[in-house]
C-alpha cells in the first residue's frame, strides 16, 4: 500500500521543494526592497529596534530555511524506502517551522489558520490515525495557545503581527479580537480531521483490499503458469514418446520393406547353370504381382548375363489358370524379344488337364517334364 501513495507523495514534495526554493529568494529580495524602497515609509533605525524583534527575525528566516530542507530530507527518506519516515520528517517539519512562524506573526492573519491544515492533511493522507490525531491536536493546543499570548497586555506572542509593527514604528497598540477566529479554526480543524479519518481509513482499506486481490491474482498467475509448465513438460514428453514410437514405426517399416523385397527375390529366384543357361524354379501360387516380379526378372537377369536359354520350372506350382498361362506366355515373349529361348519345365499331369481344359494355347512353347531333360537339349 505504500508503494501505491509513494508517487503520490513524491510529487507533493517536489512541489513543496520548488515553491520553497522559489520563495527564499523572493522573501529576501521583498526584505531588501521594504528596506531600500524610496516610495515606503522610511524604516527606523537600526537603534531604534528591540532586539527582540531582531532575534524572531533571525528565528524566521530559520523557519523557512526549515520549510525548505524538511521536503528535501523527506523525499531523501522517501527514495531510500523509508517512508513512514518520510511522512514524519515531511509533516513535524512543516508543523514545527510553521508552528515558529506563527509564534512570530501571530494568529490574527486568517492564512495561519490555512497552513496549519497542510500537515493535518498530509497526516490524514498518509499517515495512520495517531499521527493525524497528533497533529491535529497539537495544532489546535498551539494555536489556543499563541492566540491567548498575543492577547496579553503586553503580547507575548504575535511580535511581527501588523498591531505589533504598527506599535513598534510609534502607532496605536490595539489588541486584536481573537476569539471569533479561534473558535473557527478550531472547529474547522476538528471537522476536516474527522473527514481525514473516515476518508483516509477507507482509502487505505481499498487501498488493502486492492492490494490483497492483487496477491491472490498473482497467486492465481503463479499457479497458472505452475499448471501450465507441467501441462507442456507433460505434452513435451508425450510427444517426444510419439516421435520415439513414430521413428521405431518408421525403422519396423523400413526393415518390412526390405526383408519383403529380400523374400520376394528369393521366391523368384534366377539360378545360372552356364553361362547361357538359366533356371528360374518357381513354387507357390501365382498372382498378378508375382507374375509381374517373376517377368521384371527374368528380363533383368537375361540382360545382365547375355543368356541364351532360360528354363521356367513350373513344378512348384499348384494351379494354372489362364491368368497364369497368360503371364507366362507373356514372360515367353518378352525373352523372346531380348534373343532368348525360354522352355517350360515340369508340367504335372493335373496342370497338363487343366492347360488343356481351359483351351490355353501353348504350342509355340517348347516344354519339357523335366528339368534334366530340358538341360540335355539347352546343353
Do not use: C, K
Request: proline share 4%; charged share 15%; glycine share 10%.
Amino acid at each position: 500500500m505504500q508503494r501505491q501513495q509513494a508517487g503520490f507523495f513524491q510529487v507533493v514534495l517536489v512541489g513543496w521543494i520548488i515553491l520553497a526554493t522559489v520563495g527564499l529568494p523572493l522573501n529576501f529580495l521583498r526584505g531588501v526592497a521594504g528596506g531600500q524602497g524610496g516610495d515606503q515609509v522610511a524604516a527606523p533605525p537600526p537603534e531604534a529596534i528591540p532586539l527582540i524583534f531582531t532575534i524572531f527575525a533571525w528565528v524566521l528566516w530559520l523557519a523557512t530555511l526549515m520549510l525548505w530542507l524538511s521536503p528535501v530530507i523527506a523525499l531523501v527518506l522517501l527514495r531510500r524506502g523509508r517512508f513512514n519516515g518520510a511522512v514524519l520528517m515531511a509533516v513535524w517539519g512543516l508543523l514545527i517551522a510553521h508552528s515558529i512562524a506563527t509564534y512570530a506573526l501571530g494568529v490574527g492573519d486568517a492564512s495561519v489558520y490555512v497552513v496549519f491544515q497542510i500537515p493535518i492533511a498530509l497526516a490524514g493522507l498518509l499517515g495512520g490515525r495517531r499521527l493525524l490525531l497528533a497533529v491535529a491536536g497539537y495544532s489546535i493546543i498551539l494555536v489556543l495557545l499563541i492566540g491567548l499570548l498575543q492577547s496579553m497586555n503586553p503580547p507575548q506572542a504575535g511580535f511581527f503581527s501588523a498591531a505589533a509593527m504598527a506599535a513598534a514604528m510609534g502607532g496605536t497598540a490595539t489588541t486584536p479580537d481573537l476569539g471569533q477566529p479561534l473558535v473557527f479554526f478550531v472547529a474547522v480543524t476538528l471537522l476536516i480531521s474527522l473527514m481525514l479519518d473516515r476518508f483516509g481509513s477507507a482509502l487505505r482499506g481499498a487501498l488493502g483490499q486492492a492490494l490483497e486481490r492483487e496477491a491472490e491474482l498473482e497467486d492465481i498467475r503463479g499457479s497458472l503458469e505452475a499448471m501450465v509448465g507441467e501441462r507442456t513438460a507433460a505434452l513435451e514428453a508425450a510427444l517426444h514418446d510419439i516421435r520415439r514410437q513414430a521413428d521405431e514405426q518408421n525403422l519396423l517399416l523400413t526393415e518390412n520393406a526390405q526383408q519383403r523385397d529380400f523374400i520376394r527375390e528369393m521366391s523368384v529366384p534366377v539360378l545360372p547353370i552356364s553361362s547361357d543357361t538359366l533356371v528360374m524354379p518357381l513354387v507357390g501360387a501365382l498372382d498378378s504381382a508375382r507374375l509381374a516380379h517373376i517377368q521384371e526378372q527374368a528380363l533383368g537377369r537375361l540382360e545382365t548375363t547375355r543368356a541364351r536359354h532360360l528354363l521356367l520350372d513350373i513344378t512348384g506350382v499348384p494351379v494354372v489358370d489362364t491368368q497364369v498361362a497368360q503371364g507366362l506366355i507373356r514372360v515367353v515373349h518378352a525373352a523372346r524379344l531380348l534373343g532368348a529361348n525360354v522352355t517350360l519345365v515340369g508340367i504335372r499331369p493335373e496342370v497338363a488337364q487343366s492347360i488343356v481344359g481351359l483351351g490355353i494355347d501353348l504350342s509355340g512353347i517348347r516344354t519339357h517334364n523335366t528339368l534334366q531333360s530340358a538341360l540335355v537339349q539347352a546343353g
